[in-house]
């Protein structure tokens, strides 16, 4: 008889993470929103350095990430010596756990913070802690109350994703003030592209040295299926992270495309003005069908509804129509869906849609 090999504590534990999906059995004209992907994709100087990189692909991809590192210093001001990069922001996040978390430590995130947030922690046997927020919004205080001298890892998303609202960067400071003496606050920077003018928490990093921050070429980019992200600290953390990084994480198609995507600043300016400009506009139309939402701050809304049935029986709905959205019942947020803000014509058909529903047209 064989006995099954039992993995790492903590591991069984996880509730696997579910993507957005992007299929509906028997509908053809389908419009993805499920996954906060950029409706009007890369740019073209990123397709461009993707085609022109396949020239090379007998070649190794570069180790040390140079080129990407410099460009992304450059266009932030940053220090390229305390960036990182990596296969999606979601990989920094992941050997963030891994270095700084083990069985009997605290990992913090909020009660409807990213997923990832919970498996990190599981994935390496630490205790994930889950604090309330209020009204969907960050509560800085309560994320103090929960510190302990055991508070390894206090992980928030701002903007959040999937509430869509953000906290200040007084409140942020604060909570970096008041980390216990063995706790690093990452700071999820996804959507930190959809804010004008924010700075995604780097300001507060460059004084502490407990502080890290990441972000995604897989949001505003438009480059979700290459997988790259990055993250900037402290030069301690990242040299942590650094020993224990794959050396060829990142291919070299996605270094190059994701090189000339930071430079392509029209492409950002762009996607974020269609985004602000729809959002508003969608979330008025949503709000007059009596679906409210918080004020958004990423590409996306989280519509509310009047009870968790509501919200089931229009993603239904919605579905028939060929317009895929993300049910949120695994965030703690049964009665709401989460819209991603997708091009002119698909919002219109999102409150067309909401309005049939609402209308009784089921
Ligand atoms: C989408 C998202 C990410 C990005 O993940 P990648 O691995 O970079 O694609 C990270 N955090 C949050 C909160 C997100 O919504």
């Known amino acids: 008889m064989t006995q099954k090999i039992e993995p790492q504590p903590g591991i069984l534990d996880i509730a696997p993470y579910q993507g957005g999906a ?35 692909l007998h070649r190794y991809p570069s180790t040390d990430h140079a080129e990407l590192r410099a460009a992304i210093a450059e266009v932030h001001g940053l220090e390229a010596d305390r ?15 891994q270095a700084y978390a083990g069985p009997g430590d605290e990992v913090l995130f909020t009660e409807h913070g990213f997923g990832l947030y919970k498996i990190n922690a599981q994935a390496v046997g630490a205790i994930p802690v889950e604090v ?50 063995k706790a690093l606050l990452v700071l999820d920077g996804a959507y930190a592209e959809y804010v004008e003018g924010h700075d995604g928490g780097a300001g507060l990093i460059d004084s502490r040295e407990n502080v890290v921050m990441t972000r995604t070429f897989s949001k505003i980019y438009g480059l979700g299926g290459l997988r790259i992200g990055w993250g900037y600290g402290p030069a301690h953390v990242i040299d942590v992270l650094n020993r224990i990084r794959g050396p060829f994480n990142l291919s070299s198609g996605a270094l190059a495309a994701a090189t000339a995507a930071v430079r392509d600043r029209d492409h950002v300016q762009k996607s974020r003005r269609e985004n602000t400009r729809l959002r508003a506009w969608l979330a ?18 989280l519509a509310r509804f009047a009870s968790e049935e509501e919200a089931i029986a229009c993603d239904l709905y919605l579905k028939s129509q060929g317009l895929i959205v993300r049910p949120v019942g695994s965030y703690k947020l049964p009665h709401c869906l989460r819209i991603t803000i997708g091009d002119e014509s698909s919002c219109r058909r999102i409150a067309h849609a909401v309005g ?7």
């Open 83 to 97: 960036i990182i990069c990596g296969v999606g922001s979601d990989e920094i996040l992941t050997l963030l756990a």
């Open 132 to 181: 309330a927020e209020r009204e969907r919004i960050t509560d800085v205080e309560a994320l103090i109350g929960a510190m302990t001298e055991r508070t390894r890892l206090v992980f928030i998303a701002n903007p959040n994703n999937p509430t869509g609202t953000m906290i200040g960067a007084n409140e942020v400071a604060r909570l970096a003030d008041s980390l216990p003496p």
């Open 356 to 362: 049939q529903f609402k209308g009784g047209a089921r």
């Open 22 to 56: 992007s299929k509906v059995a028997g509908v053809s004209d389908v419009v993805k929103l499920s996954s906060n992907e950029n409706p009007y994709g890369p740019g073209d100087a990123a397709i461009k350095a993707y085609r022109d990189a396949s020239h090379n």
């Open 284 to 301: 008025e139309a949503l709000a007059e069908l009596g679906v409210p939402s918080d004020s958004s701050c990423g590409n996306f809304l």
